[in-house]
């Protein structure tokens, strides 16, 4: 079965637009948590938590359609540094009470919990594509995510937003390059000469005049460019390995919960014994009471007696 690549087939047909989103930049950790949600998290960002004033690791998880007429449910949730207890931020616009945004949900217009809801699901599908191509098994994704008009708008415009700001940076950096260029340029080639309709001469620009790309400028670029990318490799693998880190803290945290509660069973079990022994010997005490230790004598021999005729019984 093939249902996460043909779910992300329909909502390709939103065309080149979807390439801004800035999927590469996608961060994902396993989750074991929640059963009943995807088996895996995306990174979506940092939020301060009032009261300890710390700061927390929000992620995304996925809750795929369990029959086709539900919709696929996306959930923002956080868990806390030091205890490992999940805080969940359903029901509040997350996506403008955190911090700092992820960038693979860092759009440069206005957060929405709607765009960014949209983002996720298309990131969901596009790993779980990728993940059933790679494998060559079914994948998590049973029941397709309904693509409707919702979903595709939303998408849409959240990745116009990247295209606008991707178009921008370039258009920034050749103004950027052109302004360098020509500032020193003769004015005759920055103001171009109109002639007089009657006049046939054609004004050639000297060629010493026109302007050389300057190498300098573009290696500084070029340097700060290889700078950033390895920056943001960088911060990648931190992010893995913190995710890792407090997965594996979590997954601690959950054990020592399930030890500690064992261990309260155990001693209200002790508590409960010593209170059932003191019971047996006050019973025991009132039998021999006002007894001769003759008496007593032979009672324990009649009790001897019974055990074994019982056991041979």
Not at 85 to 113: G, Q
Request: charged fraction near 30%; proline fraction near 5%; glycine fraction near 4%.
């Amino acid at each position: 079965m093939t249902v996460a690549n043909d779910n992300l087939a329909e909502i390709q047909t939103l065309g080149a637009l979807l390439n801004y989103a800035p999927y590469d930049e996608v961060v994902k950790s396993p989750q074991t948590y929640d059963p009943s949600a995807i088996s895996f998290k995306i990174h979506f960002g940092q939020i301060i938590d009032k009261q300890s004033k710390t700061q927390q690791e929000v992620w995304v998880l996925l809750y795929p359609p369990n029959n086709e007429r539900r919709h696929a449910e996306v959930r923002f949730h956080s868990s806390h540094p030091d205890t490992g207890a999940l805080v969940w931020h359903d029901e509040s616009n997350i996506s403008t009470t955190v911090s700092a945004l992820a960038k693979a949900f860092r759009n440069p217009k206005k957060a929405t919990k709607s765009k960014h809801a949209a983002l996720a699901k298309y990131y969901y599908l596009m790993a779980l594509a990728a993940e059933e191509t790679e494998t060559g098994r079914a994948s998590e994704l049973k029941i397709p995510i309904p693509i409707n008009q919702t979903l595709s708008e939303n998408l849409k415009v959240v990745c116009r937003e990247f295209k606008e700001e991707a178009e921008g940076l370039q258009s920034d950096t050749l103004e950027d390059g052109d302004s360098s260029d020509l500032s020193d340029a003769p004015e005759d080639l920055l103001k171009p000469t109109q002639q007089p309709v009657e006049s046939v001469s054609i004004v050639t620009p000297n060629p010493s005049h026109i302007p050389t790309l300057d190498s300098q400028r573009v290696d500084t670029l070029l340097a700060a460019r290889n700078e950033k990318l390895q920056l943001q490799s960088s911060n990648n693998n931190l992010m893995n390995e913190k995710t890792k880190l407090e997965t594996a803290r979590q997954e601690i945290a959950e054990k020592l919960e399930l030890v500690d509660g064992e261990l309260q069973r155990m001693e209200q079990q002790l508590r409960a014994n010593d209170e059932e022994r003191a019971s047996i010997e006050i019973r025991r005490r009132q039998v021999l009471e006002g007894m001769s230790a003759a008496e007593a004598f032979e009672l324990g021999g009649l009790m001897e007696r019974e055990v074994k005729r019982r056991k041979l019984d």
